[in-house]
């Protein structure tokens, strides 16, 4: 009986770390990632779907890296571009640019750290590393 109250106890440990981790509220940083990630890939999703308008060929690249400064100023340059306006999905995407800008320099200013301010950087997206099986 014991081996499998020691095992029933280390299960209901288990999870309930597993409910305190997925309980937690998102932290700036971690807010910051995802909406980022989540604005870079609806921006290639936009770039290679076939149904959008062709203005969308025109719009400044929308790679993102929230460690590099010249995040801010892609950000504002891409909320600021005035063509694509009738198409839907580029103001979606404006909108979410707008709110990570938001975050970036209201409520995250003193929770980030810029590790550079390669603008150039920001143009070419880095490929993602390749995982080995």
Known sequence: KLPTMKMLLSLI???SAALLVSAAPPTCYS?????SKEITESFKELQTSKVVDS?????????LDIHN????????????????DRVVEVNELKEKARS???????YCRRDLVFLTDDCNALEIPI???IEHS
Not at 31 to 35: G, I, K, P, Q, T
Not at 100 to 106: D, E, H, R
């Open 31 to 35: 807010r910051v990632l995802s909406l």
């Open 55 to 63: 203005c969308v060929e025109t719009l400044p690249r929308l790679y």
């Open 69 to 84: 400064y010249c995040v801010l100023a892609k950000l504002r340059d891409f909320v600021a571009y005035p063509r694509c």
């Open 100 to 106: 990570l800008y938001t975050i970036l320099i209201s």
């Open 127 to 129: 490929p993602p590393p």
């Open 13 to 15: 440990a288990l999870l």
